[in-house]
């Protein structure tokens, strides 16, 4: 089965970062195939041969299957000779070379997802740094493939019906990057006045996918202006970057405007907010 492009590219990145963070000669992984329950290894880094390249792991199975079945990181000092595991992969891992080997698995919304390795070609302990620098790894794929996901869930939300007109989908994304980018802008103009002919502005465009705000849902002006650059695909430290506040601050304002829309996701909240005629 093939892999995603995009995600196999935030494994590629994670790798990277982890082989430069802790100083590992090696590095591999890969995502959880569509459709099978196995990992199939599609990114090395360092390695010196392709004795891993495509190595399909099984739940349960060797060291990195056994971090996707417990959902936790798993370690060996000495991968060959370990209890720890079973030996299913013994061959693949010899030929590269590898002795001491950590596994953290790459899990969103409680579903294994893919797995990350790190490796020594020596039988010595990894160490607690090197362990967590691999799991904050795993975080950051995580976090990647999390926002994906609600991409892909805010699409399907807001475009139930097969797209007929691709120019006038392209001028509605751009009244939608107007919109954020207004919302933006607006709490950095000093004259009171402009500033609500502004934001009146912006409630102009907003009420084109909705019958206006839903009575009893109300939500702040920062809250929207949240919405609006999460609309936009941005993460929370993109977003306080853009509306000069920090992340922290961001991110409450996206768990307050979600508990009042009733949405679990960010994803939900954007479409929620849509209908309610708050975002475009």
Same mark, same amino acid.
């Given at each position: 089965?093939?892999?995603?492009?995009?995600?196999?590219?935030?494994?590629?990145?994670?790798?990277?970062?982890?082989?430069?963070?802790?100083?590992?000669?090696?590095?591999? %992984?890969?995502?959880?195939?569509?459709?099978?329950?196995?990992?199939?290894?599609?990114?090395?880094? %360092?390695?010196?041969?392709?004795?891993?390249?495509?190595? &399909?792991?099984?739940? %349960?199975?060797?060291?990195?299957?056994?971090?996707?079945?417990?959902?936790?990181?798993?370690?060996?000092?000495?991968?060959?000779?370990?209890?720890?595991?079973?030996?299913?992969?013994? *061959?693949?891992?010899?030929?590269?070379?590898?002795?001491?080997?950590?596994?953290?698995?790459?899990?969103?919304?409680?579903?294994?997802?893919?797995?990350?390795?790190?490796?020594?070609? &020596?039988?010595?302990?990894?160490?607690?740094?090197?362990?967590?620098?691999?799991?904050?790894?795993?975080?950051?794929?995580?976090?990647?493939?999390?926002?994906?996901?609600?991409?892909?869930?805010?699409?399907? *939300?807001?475009?139930?019906?097969?797209?007929?007109?691709?120019?006038?989908?392209?001028?509605?994304?751009?009244?939608?990057?107007?919109?954020?980018?207004?919302?933006?802008?607006?709490?950095?103009?000093?004259?009171?006045?402009?500033?609500?002919?502004?934001?009146?502005?912006?409630?102009?465009?907003?009420?084109?996918?909705?019958?206006?705000?839903?009575?009893?849902?109300?939500?702040?002006?920062?809250?929207?202006?949240?919405?609006?650059?999460?609309?936009?695909? &941005?993460?929370?430290?993109? *977003?306080?970057?853009?509306?000069?506040?920090?992340?922290?601050?961001?991110?409450?304002?996206?768990?307050?405007?979600?508990?009042?829309? %009733?949405?679990?996701?960010?994803?939900?909240?954007?479409?929620?907010?849509?209908?309610?005629?708050?975002?475009?």
């Amino acid at each position: 089965m093939a892999v995603d492009p995009s995600g196999a590219a935030e494994v590629r990145s994670a790798l990277i970062r982890l082989r430069r963070t802790t100083g590992l000669p090696v590095a591999f %992984g890969g995502l959880v195939e569509s459709g099978r329950r196995q990992v199939r290894i599609s990114e090395l880094s %360092g390695t010196a041969t392709a004795a891993l390249s495509a190595l &399909a792991v099984t739940s %349960g199975n060797g060291l990195g299957g056994k971090a996707v079945a417990l959902t936790r990181p798993c370690a060996v000092t000495d991968y060959s000779s370990s209890r720890q595991i079973s030996h299913e992969y013994d *061959a693949p891992v010899a030929a590269e070379g590898l002795r001491s080997v950590v596994a953290v698995p790459v899990v969103v919304r409680r579903r294994v997802r893919g797995v990350l390795y790190g490796a020594l070609r &020596a039988a010595q302990p990894l160490g607690d740094r090197t362990l967590s620098v691999a799991v904050e790894a795993a975080r950051d794929v995580e976090q990647a493939l999390l926002l994906r996901d609600e991409a892909r869930e805010l699409l399907a *939300a807001a475009r139930p019906e097969p797209v007929r007109d691709p120019a006038a989908t392209a001028a509605w994304e751009q009244v939608r990057e107007a919109h954020a980018a207004l919302r933006a802008l607006a709490p950095r103009i000093a004259d009171p006045a402009l500033r609500d002919e502004l934001l009146r502005a912006c409630g102009l465009l907003a009420v084109g996918t909705g019958s206006g705000p839903v009575p009893g849902v109300r939500l702040a002006p920062r809250e929207v202006d949240v919405l609006a650059c999460v609309a936009e695909g &941005a993460t929370n430290t993109v *977003a306080a970057e853009r509306l000069g506040v920090g992340a922290e601050t961001v991110k409450g304002y996206l768990r307050s405007a979600m508990r009042k829309l %009733g949405a679990r996701t960010r994803g939900e909240a954007v479409v929620a907010a849509r209908r309610a005629g708050w975002l475009p």
